[in-house]
């Protein structure tokens, strides 16, 4: 116990342990360990006699004293003994004190005994997420633990490990696949969706869930590829939806896949899509075909053509579809031509079936002519008011030009032989005026007036 040097408590060390005296052995490693230099060679003693359960319980009792400057060095060192000789304490060290080791040491121990489980902890623990992926696909009935592996995937750097772990999960795990990649697609920019469907191609139906969880991206290659996941499970009902939320794909070339598909309700997708593209000619050529007459008659009044709508009367005609004649007159009623109709119904005889329509067609011709006489009737009489209206304001300003408007002056009569034109003018004047003046009680002026004008 008085020993001071570090040599001596080594050699009495390789004492005690030659003797089996471990409890002695034991006081002498808790001075040595506490020594960064000497704890590697204290561990080779024992190794060397094999005695390494002695020297793990060496190591974790040092743990509980007061280790100095090399508690890393302890940590580290037992952390190597447990991947050694005691894996089953190992993970339970890494999680305790993973950080008051030196890691990397512990990393390379880990690869050498393959401990695989503690190699993607302390991986993960280091922030080497690409790495700790790589193990776990590499030795997975070790390593591997979905829920795990889902959290250290969205860490990794390198984008290429994302695919190789879907290509892992295709060969070893396909049932978790879905959850795997919709997992990565929560996180924006994480996977490429297009290339996904390259990587998966001939196996889309692994996929499904996937694909529905990011179609409302409308991306042309999920688009397509889940279209054909439906076609070939014959789920007709989806596909439908599909092609009417989702417009990124090439509607004609699935359309002409579709319609020569042995099951109906996907012949009648087709023409959903030809519809939608504004071929209507194909799409009632189809519904004639399987006799989806009530489509037929939507696809034609959709159309706004009436040679369309013609067209599919004369083919109810031929076909003796009555009743499918007199709808087609309710449904397109607006695109029927009166004149056709009647031609169609008398010749063939059913002129029932037409009277409907007809009667409906001459009661709206009632109600716009009553609706144009009206009209008629409402433009004469404005007119006439606007006339009278007129013809009123053009009296009432001739009768208030004769009212207040200014009196013409004329010359009066001619003036006499002989006499100055001026004083003619003014003599005229003055006998007008003597006149006019007159005839306001004014005679006597005027008489004076007169009689100066005979006597001169």
Same mark, same amino acid.
């Given at each position: ?9 080594k050699e ?93 040491r ?6 050498? %005994? ?10 993960? %623990? ?12 590499n ?6 633990e ?11 750097a ?24 919709? %997992?990565?697609s ?11 469907? +390259? ?9 499904k ?38 417009t ?12 020569? %598909? ?18 209507y000619?194909q ?17 034609a ?7 369309l ?24 009623y607006?695109?029927v031509?009166?004149?056709?109709v ?55 300003? +001739?009768d ?11 010359m ?11 004083a ?15 005839g ?10 007169g009689?100066?004008?005979t006597?001169?």
């Open positions: 116990k008085k020993a001071n040097f570090t040599r001596t408590w009495v060390l390789i004492a005690c342990v030659k003797a089996e005296e471990f409890r002695l052995a034991q006081m002498c490693g808790l001075n040595l360990m506490i020594i960064p230099d000497e704890i590697e060679e204290l561990m080779k003693i024992y190794e060397r006699k094999g005695y390494f359960e002695q020297l793990i319980a060496m190591v974790e009792s040092g743990l509980g004293t007061d280790m100095g400057a090399n508690s890393s060095g302890i940590f580290t060192e037992l952390a190597i003994l447990y991947v050694k000789y005691k894996e089953s304490k190992l993970m339970e060290h890494l999680k305790q004190y993973a950080a008051r080791m030196n890691v990397p512990v990393i390379r121990e880990c690869e050498r %005994h393959e401990a695989w489980s503690a190699l993607c902890f302390l991986y993960v %623990h280091n922030d080497e997420a690409d790495n700790a992926a790589l193990t776990m696909m030795h997975a009935a070790d390593a591997w979905h829920a795990h592996f889902k959290d250290v995937l969205s860490r990794c390198n984008p290429e490990n994302l695919y190789k772990a879907v290509q892992f999960y295709v060969e070893e795990h396909p049932m978790d696949l879905n959850d795997l990649l919709i %997992h990565l929560k996180k924006e920019g994480v996977l490429d969706h297009s290339r996904v469907v +390259v990587l998966m191609k001939r196996r889309h139906p692994l996929i869930q996937y694909l529905e969880h990011v179609q409302p991206n409308d991306m042309k290659s999920v688009n397509e590829a889940l279209n054909k996941v439906y076609i070939e499970e014959e789920g007709y009902e989806k596909l439908a939806a599909s092609i009417t939320t989702y990124n794909f090439d509607q004609l070339e699935l359309a002409s896949t579709l319609q020569k %598909h042995e099951l109906l309700e996907m012949r009648r997708v087709a023409g959903m899509l030809y519809n939608k593209n504004k071929r000619g799409a009632l050529e189809l519904y004639k075909k399987d006799k989806l007459y009530k489509d037929a008659m939507e696809t009044s959709a159309s706004q053509d009436p040679e709508v013609e067209e599919l009367l004369r083919f109810f005609v031929e076909e003796e579809q009555k009743e499918c004649f007199g709808a087609c007159l309710y449904t397109c607006e695109l031509r009166p004149d056709v009647m031609e169609l119904a008398w010749r063939n005889n059913i002129l029932d079936y037409a009277m409907p329509f007809m009667i409906q067609t001459l009661k709206s011709l009632s109600t716009k002519v009553d609706t144009l006489v009206a009209e008629a009737e409402k433009k004469k009489e404005e007119d006439k008011k606007e006339q009278e209206a007129r013809e009123q304001t053009a009296g009432m300003g +001739v208030a030009g004769m009212a207040g408007g200014p009196l013409m002056l004329t009066g009569q001619p003036g006499m032989p002989g006499m100055d034109p001026y003619q003018s003014m003599g005229g004047g003055m006998g007008m005026g003597g006149m006019g003046m007159g306001m009680n004014m005679g006597g002026m005027g008489g004076g007036m009689g100066y004008a006597q001169f």
